[in-house]
């Protein structure tokens, strides 16, 4: 297992990229093409508010993971608020009006509860608890179908999210089953450690690590 650490989302980043191109574990076919992999590894960002990756080139879209985050929270699946942002997502998502795997909607509708609020609630009552678990994804209607197909284009990267409050710091753990240095992680790390902060200041707590798991981390042929 590989272990980047770093006090900016920048600096891990850039060690991450640097050991999937020089050094990587495993170079399978993806739909993409050929991909570098590393399998598995955890990344770990000591400062969670320094989110942004800079040495990304050609640099991505902030304006689109702000609004992303944005429309997590507020749980919403609506695919024409992140295509008018992101006009080619839809080649990963699919042509529906609705994301099959939204990360927001299953955090706060898809299992019958809004899990985000049972956390806030949770960590306010019982603040040593280690059963805060945010579940995302659902394996009757994410795992593939029997000959191994995907079910859906738009199947959830993100598997869950684990919180931890210690000596008044919030500390958040996101699990991923597969994971894009280039086209997703950026992106993740903006949506998790806000979520990550807004939770803190809603406990009234510092921010502790972020500390990201990535079951495959890869790079792929990169054009935008």
Request: aromatic content about 12%.
């Amino acid at each position: 297992m590989r272990y980047f650490c770093a006090a900016s989302a920048d600096l891990v980043w850039q060690q991450a990229v640097t050991a999937l191109v020089e050094h990587p574990d495993f170079e399978p076919i993806g739909r993409n093409g050929t991909t570098c992999e590393i399998l598995p590894c955890v990344l770990r960002i000591e400062d969670p508010r320094q989110r942004w990756i800079l040495s990304r080139r050609p640099p991505y879209n902030p304006a689109f993971g702000l609004v992303e985050f944005i429309w997590i929270i507020t749980g919403n699946n609506e695919s024409r608020v992140l295509n008018y942002w992101n006009p080619s997502l839809s080649k990963y998502t699919g042509a529906s009006d609705f994301c099959h795997g939204a990360y927001g909607f299953r955090l706060r509708h898809e299992f019958g509860l809004d899990q985000i609020e049972r956390a806030y609630q949770a960590l306010s009552n019982a603040p040593d608890t280690r059963q805060i678990v945010l579940q995302i994804w659902k394996p009757g209607i994410d795992l593939p179908s029997i000959n191994g197909q995907p079910i859906t284009s738009d199947i959830p990267c993100n598997v869950m999210s684990l919180l931890k409050l210690r000596d008044g710091r919030l500390h958040w753990t996101p699990i991923m089953r597969s994971n894009d240095i280039m086209r997703g992680f950026p992106y993740n790390i903006i949506q998790f450690t806000m979520l990550q902060e807004v939770m803190a200041g809603w406990l009234k707590c510092q921010l502790g690590d972020y500390v990201h798991f990535a079951d495959s981390l890869h790079l792929g042929e990169f054009n935008s």
